[in-house]
Each structure stands twice: as structure tokens, then as C-alpha cells.
């Protein structure tokens, strides 16, 4: 597999709703959840802020079209990603492993304590995945206050709380030789 990761840049912008659009196909797989896969997608002013903020890549295929994206958001301490999507004909190729490392290289460059994001609990390709990527559930008392707001939101926005969690991969700091 020949998988190429760069940053995003704004000229990717108009083809990254359709990879998430596709991405989500993947809920339809699990009743209680199809609605996902009818959701909005990001909207292409929000990518261009989070572009802007320098933590966001795609993943070129062989053909040289995009086979995913993940957005993220450096905060104070951590790298926050708000969306990873692989195209529904690229999953299971280790797509989404390649970006989650590249996303955790950056953050330990910037001096960064993690990574985090929220995602659905039991889902395989949410939870179970990222923790046998390294990441931990945080219970709500362990997340702190913007981990906090974005649980909140999230509920507000519909989703149930018992169905959501926060998590996070710690960054080893690499030892000076
Ligand atoms: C989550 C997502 C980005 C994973 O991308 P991917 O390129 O298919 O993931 P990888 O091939 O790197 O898989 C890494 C590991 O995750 C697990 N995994 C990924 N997809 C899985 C699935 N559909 N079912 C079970 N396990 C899965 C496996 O352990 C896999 O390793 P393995 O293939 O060696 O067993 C992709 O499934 C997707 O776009 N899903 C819809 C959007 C979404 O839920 N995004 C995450 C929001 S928090």
C-alpha cells in the first residue's frame, strides 16, 4: 500500500465532506446509530480555521485522490482532533492508524502532553480502535474543563452522554541523545 499523509490545505476544502459523507456510510452498520450516517458534515469554513491552525492532514492514495482526512486543534497541553474519516472503499488498510501516528509525531514536536478527542463508546471503529491505538477513556471526573464543554455540547447537540466519552494517548517525550 502506497498511502501518502501531507497537511491539509484550503484547496482540499470542497472534497472533504463527501470523504466524511462516505466515512459515516459506516454507522448505517449499527441500528441506533444510521442517523450519524445522515448527520451534517463539517462545514468547509470550519476546516478552513482549523487548516489555518497548521494540525490537519490528508491521506493520499495511489490514484493521487484523497483517501481521508484528520482535523485537529492544538490547545494549551494537547492536540485535539475533531474528525478522522477514511473513505469507505480505504478502510481497514491502516489509514487511520498512519494519521493517528502522524497527529501524535506533530504533537510531540510541539511539546505537546497528548492527544484527545470524544467518540462513541462500543463502536469498533470509535473506542475499541483508538484504544488499541493507545489511547484511554477518561472518566468524567479525570477530563478537565474543555474536555468538559465539548461532552456538554455534544449532549446538547443530541448525543447521549452514556453513549460518548472523552479519551486521551499521553505523549512520551523522546529522550535527548
Ligand atoms: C475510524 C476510521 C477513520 C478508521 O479508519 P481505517 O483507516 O479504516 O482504520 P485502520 O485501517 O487504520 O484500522 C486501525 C484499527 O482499528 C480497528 N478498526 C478500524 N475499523 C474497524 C472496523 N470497521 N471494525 C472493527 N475494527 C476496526 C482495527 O483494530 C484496526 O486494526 P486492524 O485492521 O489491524 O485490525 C474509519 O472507520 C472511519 O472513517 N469511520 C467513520 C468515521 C468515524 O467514526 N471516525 C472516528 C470519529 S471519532
Known sequence: MTISIRPTVPADVPLLPPI?????????TVPELAWIADGDNI????HLE???????WV???????LAGFLAAQQTEDALHIWELSVRQDQQRRGIGRAMI???AAFAREQGLQALTLSTFVGVAWNEPMYRRLGFMV?????????L??????????????????????????????
Not at 20 to 28: K, M, T, V, Y
Not at 50 to 56: D, E, S, V
Open 20 to 28: 466524511e459523507q462516505s466515512a459515516g456510510e459506516l454507522f448505517r
Open 43 to 46: 462545514p468547509p469554513q470550519r
Open 50 to 56: 482549523l487548516i489555518a491552525g497548521g494540525a490537519c
Open 59 to 65: 491521506a493520499e492514495a495511489e490514484d493521487g485522490s
Open 101 to 103: 501516528g502522524e497527529a
Open 138 to 146: 477518561l472518566s468524567p471526573e479525570d477530563c478537565d474543563a474543555r
Open 148 to 177: 468538559q464543554d465539548i461532552l456538554r455540547n455534544e449532549l446538547a447537540a443530541g448525543l447521549h452522554s452514556e453513549r460518548r466519552c472523552a479519551m486521551r494517548m499521553h505523549i512520551a517525550r523522546v529522550a535527548a541523545a
